[in-house]
């Protein structure tokens, strides 16, 4: 049973800097697509970042491009999002997500397999 598991939400200042961690279980995460959402209070989850099982392809949604960095720890077992220059509008629970490189970066969730349960990101300004 895949499970992933999220950590490293908070508050934090503007312009400020936090690393979201997602431990996975059940699944080499060297073998799988990985990929970032979050949901802003009343709006709908989108995709933020993805990885491709290689690590040579990586997507950003365009309001993240340039502050936010996917990466993984194959000895952790462990997806990252280190998050810099901090926006309110960054404000949201993120979810960490596990399937098809496609289906990461278009946001088609119904097609993802494993889901993580979310953590808090809030941005004061």
């Known amino acids: 049973q895949v499970q992933l598991v999220e950590s490293g939400g908070g508050l934090v200042q503007a312009g400020g800097s936090l690393r979201l961690s997602c431990v996975v279980s059940?699944?080499?995460?060297?073998?799988?697509?990985m990929g970032w959402f979050r949901q802003a209070p009343g709006k709908e989850r989108e995709s933020v970042a993805a990885?491709?099982?290689?690590?040579?392809?990586?997507f950003y949604a365009d309001s993240v491009k340039g502050r936010f960095t996917i990466f993984r720890d194959s000895a952790k077992n462990t997806a990252y999002l280190r998050m810099n220059s901090l926006k309110p509008e960054d404000t949201a629970v993120y979810y960490c997500?596990?399937?098809?490189?496609?289906?990461?970066?278009?946001?088609?969730?119904?097609?993802?397999?494993?889901w993580g349960q979310g953590t808090l990101v809030t941005v004061s300004s």
């Open positions: 059940g699944r080499t995460i060297s073998s799988y697509d």
């Open positions: 990885m491709d099982w290689s690590g040579d392809s990586t």
């Open positions: 997500a596990s399937g098809s490189y496609y289906f990461l970066i278009n946001g088609i969730e119904n097609n993802l397999d494993a």
